[in-house]
Every structure is written in structure tokens, then in C-alpha cells.
């Protein structure tokens, strides 16, 4: 599916050297020398991660980024039930990942991203089309994000139920760099997207987001707690209030 | 609660740890009274599987007593002995509702991870890594059991633990390898591996009604203990060319069915083979596929390669010319366990089967760490270790 959009687009800056490059550089080479040190698999996407870092930190400079995602998923419900469970605000927490949906009434919501640092900030979203249990179409202006979207529902084949897709284009005035870190931790658009349509899912079909927070471990050690980074876990264990859906 | 922590390659201790709690509303505790050690445990102890952190717990094979249940748990109650199928699997999803629950969908916390490896995750597995989903595993005094609703089997009133614990894993993979051999009268299977998985799919070859199973391994104790099975053996060490012999025992056609039962860590000498174990320590693989290879080369022509050995990576010098030639049937992956839990168990207690004649090893858990070295180096004739994590550990 394509989108066009008219996203206007932003004029290259003139390169230099920013604190995110510098940041980059020191991180880059840590990550480099813990993969290295580590070797197998994990070893290998730490070197890896760090080396795209290197890389980002001696071209990266502040350059806005242009992204594409799409996402779909199967979900085995109807349309109809899956959009009106969407309908309605207060089941959007739990399955969000990453950001905060809130809804500011007339076809407008705002949206936040959690709390990471250096990209906290809110902007709105104005749902520019939409037909029930068929799609939604929105659009976002904000100087830190610009994006425009739409979100489908297309029964499947057989008794599979609906395929649901996001599709989406933004453009962000971070560089690369930022872009690799946000993935580094989850917070990249595109795994904004995967992971929210995929706990909406999990919380549809099997009724709970399935999550190990607050299970028992054993020592962590400082690698263990590196790798957990790693794997976009939480370093700590912490014990969560229960996961649910709430409008059923 | 006591538990056994993976801490690296070759290092695995007891720890106290805390007691696991109720996190989702559909989760329950169960107090393990029995659990057991996998050939699978195996390849996170020897650091083969990618995604696991200090300090995780292992165990997928394990049973024990409800303790307490979630809000939302409509089937079980404290006091209810039930084994854990080692999948975790939601009951809801388009796999779990067509019976192939280890696809599930909804049950990996980091299904990302494996997505990322393997293109698509299956479900989640207990005690086995953070890409298969990081759950805290049962070698341990208690465990917490997810989607408790859909997995644990009930066992009935009589059946005492080391009859039943194996349902959790190690019987149905066995069952399941044999099932995946379509067995008609009169054909002949060959299982490679005498462990555990290989003993359970030459007893379920019979039960599926093969005529003839040949079984290979190099340790006397798992040749006889898979000939009281009623297998014919053959010490792979013993013989110059397998393939070649497994030819000659079979009139010239080869078996008609051959089952993996040995995976990623098959042992082997010659040139393949020091290739094989080149490649590993240098990190460019995880896996040594020799039996494969010789699996796929003995097999007969149209027949049916069946892999319950568990392979993690990208497989090299497969001979998938020979494959495509003989026009073979590949079937393979984590079992579905849920899937036999009714017709095992009623196995079970008809007689047809008792599935503690696998067990040489009964522990505490306490000595769980010393017993991951005497299973893995086949010390002490050892096939099968459960272990007990409320007994006192052996006086030293
Ligand atoms: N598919 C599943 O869901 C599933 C479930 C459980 C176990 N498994 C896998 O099944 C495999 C076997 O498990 P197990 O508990 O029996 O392990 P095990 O380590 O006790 O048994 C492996 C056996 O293979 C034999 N072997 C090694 N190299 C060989 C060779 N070249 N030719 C013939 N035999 C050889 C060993 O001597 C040993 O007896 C493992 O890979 C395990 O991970 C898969
Ligand atoms: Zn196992
Ligand atoms: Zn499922």
C-alpha cells in the first residue's frame, strides 16, 4: 500500500559536529569493545551496534530522516469488534508501546512518547479521515515528528479473522544516529508501531499481554544487567500493576 | 526459594532467589515436587543458545502442586498436581486453535527477538532463553506458570510423578518425532541418538507400528536400554560407513523413516566433522549438523526425515541434492505438546507405556549443578536425572 503525503521535504543543514556525534563516539566504541570481548551471537550484535554507532558519530550529523514503516498483523476477531475496542480511549494504554494516546475530542488526540530522555515532548494528531471497521487516516505537524498514517482492517482469508496494517510515513529532524540509539531501546517509530499492534493482539486474543516483570532471577551481575539492556528489557525486575484489558 | 541459576558456559548453580508471584491475572504457583534435566538444557549449559543472562532460571521439564492461582483461572485449583507442557501456549490464537500450539502467537514477551533471527516466533518455552521469551524456568522449589488454564495437565489420582513428569517434554517430542513418520505396516525407522528423546521415539515408533527400529549411539548403557525397547542397535563408532551399513541391514533400500534425535551438538570424527567443530568454536555457527546429513543420505527414497534435535542456526554442507533426488519429506520443530497431553496420558495409565524406565539419575536439586556434568559427559551410565528440589542434597 502506498501513501502519499505532502510532508514537506526538509532542507539539508549544513553538517557539523553536535554533542550527539560526540556522545555517539564514546558509546560507540564501549559497545564496540564489549561486543568484541563477548563474541557469539550477542557479541557479534554489540560489535555491530557499536560499529553503526562509529559510523553514525563520524557521518551523523543533525539531518532530518525521512522513514517509512508498515506493520500488519492478523488478529483472529472481526472488524467490527477490534475497532470498536479501538474506539474506545480508555483501553489504548496497555497496548501501547512506548508513547501515550490521549484523546482531546473533535477528531484530535495528543500524542506522547513515555519519558526517554531528550525526546519527551507531545504533539498532536488530527484524524483526517476515517471509516468504522474499515480505516482511520491521521496526520501530525509537530516540529520533533511530523507524520501522516493510516490504519486498515481487512478481513483475512478463511476463518483467520482481520488483518489490521499501519502504515506510515515521518520525517524527524534527528539524524541517523539518533535513530539507531531510538532503535537500541525500542523507540523507534517502526517498533512503536510492531510492538503496539502486537500486545493489541496478544490483549484481543489470548486476553493479557504475556510479560516476565517481577519473575524470580537469580544474580544479574553487571552483564547480565548489560545484556538485558541489550534484549530491551528493564535492567531491574520491577513488579508491575497486572495487565488487562478494560473495556470488554 | 532455592533455584538453579544459569550464570555461563559451564556454570550453573543453586541460588536463593525470591518466591515467584502471581503477575497476570491467569498465572499459578506451583510448588515443584519433581523436574528434570533436558538434552536441551544441555545447549545453554555448553553456550550454544544466543539470549541468555546471568542469573536466569532454568528448567522446562517440571510438575508439581497449584499453590496458588490468578483472578482469572477457571480450571485449576490449590492443590491440583499437574505437569507443565514446556511451550507456553495461549489457546486462542489461529496455531493454538489447529493444534500447533508450539507456533503459538501470543506468548513470547520478545517474540522481536526470534523475528529477527528467524524471520516469525513461535511461543514462548519455559527456562530457555530471552528470545524464546525469558520466563523463569521450573529447576526450582516453585515456579509461576502463565495461560495456567491452557497448559498444565491434571494428573489422575495414583499416578506417582516419575510416571507422568515426562509429558512435559520428552515423551510427546519422542511421540511427535515417530508420528512425523507416517509409519506404515511393515516399514523400518532408524533413530539417530539413544538420549532421552531418542528412547521415547523408538518406544513411540513401535506404539505407531514400525516393524523394525534401528537405533544408533556410541554408549553401551542407551544401545541396551534402546534394545529392551525392542530396537536393533548399531554402535555408529563401530562401523566404517553408517549409511553403508544402514543399506546393508535393510535389503538395499534404506530406512524408510529417519529420525534426528540428536540435533545441534552430534558428536563425530573425520574431516566433516572437525569442520563442523571448527566452525562452532569460531563462533561462524552454531550448529553441527553431521547427523542431519547423514540422516538425509541413509533415507529411503520418498521417505520421511523427522528432526526433533534442536538446530539454532544456518546449516552448511547439507546434502540437499540427495534430498531433493529421493524426493524426501522433512518434518521438524518444538513439540506441540498440549497436543498429546489426552492421548499420552491415557497411554500412561493403560500400561502401555511407563516412561520412568528412562531415569538413571534420581537427585536433590542441590546437586543439580555437579549433575548437568555427569549427564552431559555420560558419566556414571547416566541417561536421565529428576531431581527432587525439597529433598536434602546427597550427604557429600
Ligand atoms: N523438538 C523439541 O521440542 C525437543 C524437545 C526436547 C529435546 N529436544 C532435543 O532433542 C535432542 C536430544 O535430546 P536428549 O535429551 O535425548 O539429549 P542427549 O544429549 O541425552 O542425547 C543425545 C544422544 O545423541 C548421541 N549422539 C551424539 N552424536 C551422535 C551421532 N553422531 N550419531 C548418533 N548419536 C549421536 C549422544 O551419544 C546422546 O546419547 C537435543 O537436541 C534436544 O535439544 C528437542
Ligand atoms: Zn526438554
Ligand atoms: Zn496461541
Known sequence: MTITTSIPRKTQDEPSPNLESILMLASGAALAGLGIWRRGWTGAALAGGGACLLYGAATGFRRPYQGRVRVAVTIVKDSEEIYSFLSNPGNWAPFLHAIELENRGAGRLSLRFGNPPGIDFESQIEITDHKPADYVAWASDHAMLSHRGVMRFKKAPGDRGTEVSVALEYNAPAGPVAHALAALVGWHPEQVVRESLRHLKQLLEAGEIPTTEGQPVGARGVKGAALRVLHREPPREAIPAPLRATGD | ?396
Request: glycine share 10%; hydrophobic share 40%; charged share 25%.
Open chain 2, 1 to 396: 526459594m532455592k533455584a538453579l541459576c544459569w550464570q555461563g558456559k559451564n556454570r550453573v548453580r543453586i541460588e536463593q532467589v525470591d518466591d515467584p508471584r502471581i503477575i497476570n491475572d491467569r498465572d499459578a504457583i506451583v510448588r515443584v515436587t519433581r523436574t528434570a534435566i533436558c538434552g536441551s538444557d544441555l545447549h545453554l549449559f555448553d553456550g550454544y543458545i544466543p539470549t541468555m543472562e546471568p542469573g536466569d532460571i532454568l528448567g522446562h521439564e517440571f510438575m508439581g502442586e497449584v499453590v496458588e492461582v490468578g483472578p482469572e483461572v477457571r480450571k485449576l485449583k490449590r492443590g491440583d498436581r499437574v505437569v507443565m507442557p514446556f511451550t507456553i501456549a495461549c489457546g486462542q490464537c489461529y496455531y493454538c486453535k489447529n493444534d500447533l500450539w508450539s507456533a503459538c502467537d501470543n506468548t513470547n514477551p520478545n517474540a522481536w527477538m526470534m523475528e529477527k533471527m528467524y524471520g516469525f516466533s513461535g511461543s514462548a518455552l519455559f527456562g530457555y532463553s530471552h528470545m524464546m521469551g525469558g520466563y523463569a524456568g521450573g529447576q526450582a522449589q516453585f515456579a509461576r506458570v502463565p495461560f495456567a488454564d491452557v497448559g498444565p495437565i491434571k494428573v489422575p489420582e495414583g499416578l506417582p510423578d516419575d510416571q507422568v513428569l515426562f509429558l512435559s517434554d520428552i515423551f510427546p517430542t519422542g511421540f511427535m518425532a515417530a508420528e512425523n513418520c507416517d509409519i506404515k505396516p511393515g516399514q523400518v525407522v532408524a533413530v539417530w541418538g539413544c538420549g532421552p528423546v531418542g528412547q521415547f521415539a523408538i518406544r513411540s515408533a513401535f506404539l505407531l507400528g514400525a516393524e523394525r527400529v534401528i537405533a544408533i549411539d556410541r554408549y553401551a548403557e542407551r544401545l541396551k536400554m534402546a534394545r529392551a525397547g525392542g530396537a536393533e542397535i548399531i554402535n555408529y563408532q563401530e562401523v566404517d560407513d553408517l549409511v553403508e551399513e544402514l543399506k546393508w541391514v535393510t535389503g538395499g533400500r534404506g530406512p524408510d523413516a529417519v529420525i534426528d534425535a540428536v540435533g545441534l551438538e552430534a558428536h563425530g570424527t573425520g574431516i566433516m566433522a572437525f569442520y563442523d567443530y571448527s566452525r562452532q568454536r569460531m563462533k561462524v555457527s552454531f550448529d553441527r549438523p553431521m547427523v542431519l546429513r547423514q540422516a538425509i543420505q541413509a533415507c529411503a527414497k520418498g521417505g520421511v526425515v523427522s528432526i526433533p534435535g534442536v538446530y539454532g542456526g544456518i546449516l552448511d554442507k547439507l546434502p540437499f541434492g540427495s534430498a531433493f533426488g529421493k524426493g524426501l519429506i522433512f518434518k521438524m520443530g518444538q513439540t506441540h505438546v498440549h497436543r498429546y497431553r489426552q492421548t499420552l496420558m491415557e497411554k500412561i495409565q493403560a500400561g502401555a507405556i511407563d516412561p520412568s524406565f528412562v531415569i538413571t539419575h534420581r537427585l536433590s536439586l542441590d546437586d543439580a549443578p555437579e549433575a548437568y556434568f555427569t549427564f552431559r559427559d555420560k558419566q556414571d551410565q547416566c541417561i536421565k536425572v529428576v531431581l527432587d528440589p525439597w529433598q536434602e542434597a546427597r550427604a557429600a
